[in-house]
């Protein structure tokens, strides 16, 4: 499903060019589950930014779903983001002056799906994650958990082949934690790619495999024997 | 004391931090303190400043005998002028006086100015000292002649003579009377008549040729009286004193002591400072000023929302500093202190840019003469009232535009801002109502002023299709003080006949006549009529407007004969006395009756009665916008008309005329001076002056408000903007496309400027109504101001807003994202 193909990335700073990444390789399968572990400011968000077509600023082959991402226009990749990722936040990023429901709505009322289509998706969607007790609710009336249970059900309203998490449970109990990640697996098992970082061992069990990235390099890559204990 | 200093020292270096804000608030306070200044110079030299060189002006009371027609406030005869003089228990002093025009004979021709006719005592009473020479003494008193002085102006006598001492004793010519200088007034002088430059005195005594009235008639009520009340006596006193006065004079005068309605006359003390200007016209003159308060008030709170606007974007970067100050110990009280010292450096600025703006804006206003033949002066200039107001006025404004930002960015609840800033994210919009508000406003103001300028405008462009009864293209109008020159009737129906002859004869004349009043003049004259088969009303109004013409009258002007036949030279002197009447006069007095052939007189009821030889089409003749009344003409020849305008219709550009006819003129009567020469387009003009100067101030005025709203419309925009780069960041990541933004940040904006839109028409609906007077034909629902200009402003909004909003479409989501 994905194709890095010496990827580089840097920033222009006073000091001269400074690498955030450096040569990277990957390939990730469709209905792979992985995890990208590595100290702070390894690159690891800059990595999912290039994954999730936000980033354009970097050099290298990158194919998505058989797509030339490196010679696509900043519009067609916009709109391979819209088609195809889904991404959730380590602070959650859920519009403060929205309620539950219409923060679901959001990434809907940006890919044209009729009015009352929209409206039967939110439904579904809070009745899967079973936060329908809490459409009306504001976020700041909501847990750190129930918050990134709002995150990630947003994340996959607009039903996309690829999760982008970015440490989805660094601002969580473990309990809470435990309880995103149960969903990551379920959601994987239904066919969704997931990629996500984390610095959690516990947490980075539950994927199928770990890369791991120091100042920008790949610098080892483990399988996890079986998923999930 | 010391705290204060150092305040202002920790002020002046945070604006000199940010000289971009800095520069704009002091630009946009320095144009709303700037307006605010220039009106209230024109309001304190109309009406708050005692007038100079007069001694203990709260003594002086101006003294008024009622109208004949009901009005308190009309002018006094000579006689009774003499018997109020009489009571010198409660006045110091009495003195009369009476405007006019007069040619002063000097070595580069005549020239025209205004003087007035003073009786001997009128420096006395106002306790002025003379600059140079005397005053007028005790046996120049009365007004039997034989007294021929005069008394300068300071600014003649320094234009004229320049400013030579020895022009004591000289001869000068005034209308033709050799009068000598004894004196010189102190500068800044100006007579009894505010805003009229006034410029020589004369005694009522000098010459009777001079008075323009006769001193022993009692209903020859021109004079204006001024006096000083004796120390310790009250205007209440001198009231009744003067109502027993009123009442001796009408048991002593039945006849002329009677107005219309059959009561007594009376007569009313009015102290100086409320006679500034003359009591009869200071209801419109205040309601004017206070017309032009309440439209640069708008403008200055507009700029104080403009300016609170910056300082709350600002704000929003202060909070963190704000934040470290309170947890460091320091009270609310002093930090509000602070920014409200910042704030008031700058209104300080403010105010000292708005004093040069007045200065200059009075000096324009100073430079202006309307194409009036009356010489407007008013004292316009930047004194210590007007400082001492706009110091009042910009700590007025530092308060206003100060205090709400500065309690907001010091309200404890929002401390937290120390906490981790990216744990909210905050949709736009709900957060600052009070930012909002305040463009709401901005937008509502900008358009109530421009909107009600394109009324004017729509006025002015209306006036031009009006039908006035007359064709104002290619006429001009030459006028003479034939009076003031002592011309007797036979001499100047000598002069006209000759000059019309003269003008006639130049090239590219069509037509000559003569009137006494121009169409649209600021003269008109009514006369109390007696109508053949007209039964009036009991105490029914029956003066009417007429006009006294020459011959080919009708003709030259292009007012069309509908029925009967023009006055013409049949209607000579001996022949039977003849009347035109326009149509509303017949349809009025005889409807259904053939007004040919009618009479009507204007002598009193048993003078001689006029037959009416032809109708005219009806026409204006006060304004435009007056409606259809009753008018009629006399013919020149029939009655003693000496002072009489010449109207000559021109083939081409009636200026082109000027130098022929002046030649003209100088040939026939050497040394008389043109009292007037204009077109009767100008003259026009100046009827219309009032809406045009209105479409130029409102136009400019909301010009300026609609630029102070754009920019505030900006700010709001962009500061909003920047309160939430996370969360554009995040719908960016959730696949927002940079048109989706844009348009959401741009609806934001519009919404605002909508809702304030939706607020402007409704208050210029609400302002056309109040202006309904000064516009023409004016049902006030004009599609240019009520759709055009709403669209405009729309559109310059949406450009303001668009230039943050584009901004806002290329928010980089890793950036916005960004966890520190
Ligand atoms: N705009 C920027 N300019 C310069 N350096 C940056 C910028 N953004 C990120 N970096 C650097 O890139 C490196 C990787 O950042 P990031 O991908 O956020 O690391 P991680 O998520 O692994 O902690 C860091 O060293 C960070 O300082
Ligand atoms: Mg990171």
Redesign the pocket.
């Known amino acids: 499903m994905i194709q890095l193909r010496n990827v580089e990335r840097y ?1 222009e ?1 006073k000091a001269g060019r ?1 690498y ?1 990444l450096r040569n990277v390789n990957l390939d990730v399968r469709e209905g792979e589950f992985l995890t990208i572990m ?10 999912l930014s290039v994954l999730g077509l936000l980033d354009h600023a970097w050099r290298g082959e990158y194919y998505l779903l058989g797509q030339p991402v490196h010679r696509l226009s900043a519009r067609d990749r916009a709109a391979l983001n819209r088609k195809t990722i889904g991404f959730v936040f380590q602070q959650y990023h859920l519009l403060d002056d929205l309620t539950v429901a219409e923060n679901l709505e959001v990434p809907l009322s940006y890919r044209d799906v009729p009015r009352h289509q929209r409206q039967a998706l939110v439904a579904d969607t809070l009745d899967r994650f079973g936060i329908v007790g809490k459409k009306d609710l504001f976020p700041s009336q909501l847990s750190g958990g129930q918050q990134q249970l709002v995150g990630v059900a947003r994340a996959v309203i607009a039903n996309p082949k690829l999760i982008l998490a ?1 440490e989805p449970t660094g601002n969580l109990h473990s309990s809470q934690g435990r309880e995103i990640m149960a969903l990551f697996r379920k959601l994987n098992e239904e066919g969704t790619t997931i990629i996500q ?1 984390t610095h959690s061992e516990e947490n980075a069990r539950y994927g199928h495999r770990i890369i791991q ?1 120091r100042d ?1 390099w790949i610098v080892g890559e483990e399988v996890v024997a079986a998923a999930g204990t | 004391m010391k705290g204060l200093v150092r305040e202002i020292r920790f002020a002046l270096r945070a604006l000199r931090k940010r000289p971009g804000f800095t520069a704009v608030a002091v630009l946009t306070l320095g144009l709303g303190l700037g307006a605010n200044l220039s009106i209230f110079s024109l309001v304190d030299a109309a009406l708050l400043r005692p007038p100079a060189a007069v001694r203990e002006p709260e003594r002086l009371v101006t003294l008024w005998t009622s109208d004949f027609s009901g009005p308190r406030y009309g002018g006094t005869s000579y006689p009774d002028y003499e018997a109020i003089a009489a009571a010198a228990d409660v006045f110091a002093g009495v003195a009369a006086s009476s405007p006019r025009p007069l040619s002063l004979a000097g070595v580069a021709g005549s020239e025209r100015l205004f003087g007035e006719i003073v009786s001997a005592n009128y420096f006395d009473v106002l306790g002025v000292r003379p600059a140079l020479g005397r005053f007028f003494l005790p046996q120049e008193a009365g007004a039997a002649g034989g007294h021929p002085v005069v008394v300068l102006g300071w600014g003649l006598w320094q234009r004229a003579f320049g400013g030579s001492r020895d022009v004591i004793g000289r001869t000068v010519r005034l209308s033709g009377v050799p009068l000598t200088v004894v004196g010189v007034a102190p500068p800044g002088f100006r007579g009894s008549i505010r805003g009229l430059a006034l410029e020589v005195w004369v005694p009522f005594s000098a010459d009777r040729a001079l008075l323009g009235f006769r001193p022993e008639g009692r209903g020859d009520r021109g004079l204006f009286v001024t006096a000083r009340l004796r120390p310790g006596v009250t205007v209440a006193e001198a009231q009744a004193r003067l109502d027993l006065i009123a009442r001796q004079l009408h048991a002593a005068y039945a006849q002329e002591w009677t107005d219309v309605r059959g009561r007594p006359r009376v007569l009313t003390a009015v102290p100086e400072r409320l006679s500034r200007v003359p009591p009869m016209a200071r209801g419109p003159v205040v309601g004017f000023m206070a017309l032009l308060m309440a439209i640069v008030a708008i403008v200055l709170l507009i700029a104080c929302a403009n300016v609170a606007n910056l300082l709350l974007a600002r704000a929003a970067g202060r909070q963190r500093e704000v934040a470290i100050r309170l947890a460091l110990g320091a009270t609310r009280r002093r930090l509000v202190r602070q920014l409200l010292v910042e704030s008031l450096l700058l209104a300080l600025a403010g105010g000292a840019l708005g004093v040069l703006v007045a200065r200059w804006t009075t000096a324009l206003l100073a430079g202006f003469h309307p194409p009036i033949d009356v010489p407007l002066a008013l004292d316009l200039r930047v004194d210590g009232a007007v400082l001492g107001f706009g110091l009042l006025l910009s700590v007025a404004t530092a308060v206003a535009f100060g205090l709400a930002p500065a309690l907001r960015v010091t309200r404890p609840d929002l401390v937290p801002a120390l906490r981790d800033e990216g744990s909210t994210v905050r949709a736009g919009g709900r957060r600052f109502g009070l930012r909002n508000l305040l463009v709401i406003g901005q937008v509502a103001g900008s358009l109530v002023l421009l909107v009600a300028g394109s009324l004017f405008l729509r006025t002015l462009r209306q006036a031009t299709r009006i039908d006035a009864g007359f064709d104002p293209e290619n006429l001009l109008l030459v006028a003479f003080d034939l009076t003031a020159e002592r011309y007797d009737p036979a001499r100047a129906a000598d002069f006209y006949r000759r000059l019309e002859e003269r003008v006639s004869a130049l090239p590219g004349v069509r037509a000559v006549t003569l009137a006494q009043w121009v169409p649209l003049g600021l003269d008109f004259a009514r006369r109390g009529l007696v109508v053949e088969g007209y039964q009036a009303r009991p105490g029914e109004d029956l003066e009417q407007g007429f006009n006294v013409v020459g011959d080919d009258y009708f003709r030259t002007l292009g007012t069309r004969i509908v029925r009967g036949r023009a006055l013409d030279e049949r209607d000579h002197a001996g022949a039977p006395l003849a009347v035109v009447v326009n149509e509303s006069f017949a349809r009025r007095y005889w409807p259904g009756a053939d007004p040919l052939g009618k009479h009507i007189g204007w002598e009193g009821p048993d003078g001689r009665m006029a037959e009416v030889v032809g109708i005219a089409q009806d026409g204006k003749y006060r304004s435009l916008g007056e409606e259809p009344r009753p008018y009629f003409y006399i013919a020149a020849a029939q009655v003693d008309a000496r002072d009489l305008t010449l109207h000559v219709r021109t083939a081409g550009d009636p200026r082109a005329l000027v130098p022929a006819v002046r030649a003209a003129v100088r040939e026939l009567a050497p040394g008389l001076p043109i009292a007037k020469l204009t077109t009767l387009r100008e003259q026009v003009a100046v009827s219309l002056l009032p809406q045009r100067l209105a479409a130029v101030v409102l136009g400019v005025l909301g010009a300026g408000a609609l630029l102070l709203a754009v920019v505030g419309l900006h700010g709001v925009v962009a500061y909003a903007v920047s309160l939430r780069t996370r969360e554009l960041g995040i719908r960016v990541a959730l696949g927002a496309r940079p048109a989706d933004i844009q348009r959401m940040v741009l609806a934001d904006g519009m919404r605002l400027v909508a809702i304030g839109a939706a607020v402007g028409l409704a208050l210029a609906l609400a302002a056309s109504r109040l202006l309904r007077g000064f516009l023409l034909g004016g049902d006030g629902a004009d599609p240019v101001a009520f759709v055009a200009v709403p669209l405009l402003l729309a559109g310059v909004a949406l450009v303001s807003a668009y230039i943050p909003a584009r901004r806002a479409g290329r928010v980089d989501p ?2 916005a994202l ?1 966890v520190e």
Do not use: F, Q
């Not at chain 1, 590595?38 to 990595?47: D, N, R």
């Open positions: 920033y700073t400074t955030v590595g100290p702070s400011g390894a690159g690891k968000s800059t990595l970015d970082v990235l920008g | 890793m950036e960004r």
